[in-house]
């Protein structure tokens, strides 16, 4: 690999890619490019979903709807047994 400018540290990674693709010959950027196009297909072959489930089921968990409708369960449920001790 060819010798660093002077000022290399102070530039963003772009530049500092730049610069060392610059020094490579046509095979090895043939090379790299190849390497790019593999990555970008192996992401497009494993999607990855927006949401993860655990993080769904927590955004459903305290949905007011839900929240509401375990409260109502409970309540039948308190309703039953009472109903069911004044049956005995």
Avoid: C
């Avoid at 494993?46 to 839900?66: K, Y």
């Amino acid at each position: 690999m060819g010798k660093r400018p002077p000022s290399f540290d102070s530039l963003s990674e772009f530049e500092r890619l730049t610069f060392r693709l610059s020094r490579l010959s046509e095979a090895e950027l043939v090379q790299v490019h190849d390497f790019v196009d593999e990555l970008e297909t192996s992401r497009r072959r494993t999607p990855q979903p927006e949401i993860f489930e655990d993080e769904l089921l927590g955004v459903l968990s305290i949905a007011p709807e839900n929240i509401r409708a375990r409260q109502v369960y409970a309540w039948e449920q308190i309703r039953r047994r009472a109903a069911g001790r004044g049956d005995a």
